[in-house]
């Protein structure tokens, strides 16, 4: 993104919804200041816990042993992607990350529950934590009042500098 002719390399800001979540706060922690800020929305980092106890959503299976294919409802994941989560190091990762944060998360959430979230706010000093009261993973009822503040955090964030 910073070599891109359009982009200002000091205001670059990730944001991550569920799994890119993770994924987002990982890069920040790995990419550090080149961030400036950081944005999770019910981050999925019970992915890894699930992986160890062998269990997604519902579906158990043999953590040490996972077959190739787990069928969850109407979705699949793998071997790899159990094996690889089973040892992903979330928190270590994102902890390294010292920049400008939001989390946003819903206590109704039952895919990735707030206190994943939770965490990651306590983990990064001076970053806005916003709990929305029953909320779902998705949001509901009203995913605007979640993305508004993504968006307004990021607007005042990103042109204060």
């Not at 569920?18 to 929305?41: H, N, P, W």
């Not at 902890?95 to 400008?100: E, S, V």
Request: charged fraction near 25%; include cysteine; hydrophobic fraction near 40%.
């Amino acid at each position: 993104m910073a070599g891109l002719p359009f982009a200002d390399r000091e205001r670059i800001a990730i944001v991550g919804f569920s799994q890119g979540g993770v994924v987002a706060a990982m890069t920040a922690g790995e990419l550090g200041d080149k961030i400036a800020a950081a944005v999770l929305m019910c981050p999925a980092a019970v992915l890894r816990d699930d992986a160890i106890r062998g269990n997604t959503m519902g579906t158990r299976y043999n953590p040490l042993d996972p077959p190739e294919v787990v069928k969850m409802d109407n979705k699949e994941i793998g071997r790899d992607f159990i094996l690889s989560a089973f040892r992903l190091p979330i928190y270590e990762t994102a902890q390294r990350y010292h920049g400008k944060a939001c989390v946003v998360h819903g206590t109704g959430d039952r895919t990735a529950p707030y206190t994943y979230g939770k965490r990651f706010a306590d983990n990064w000093p001076g970053c806005e934590y916003h709990e929305l009261e029953g909320y779902d993973h998705g949001f509901k009822p009203n995913p605007d009042a979640a993305t508004s503040i993504a968006a307004n955090y990021l607007i005042k964030t990103l042109t204060e500098q």
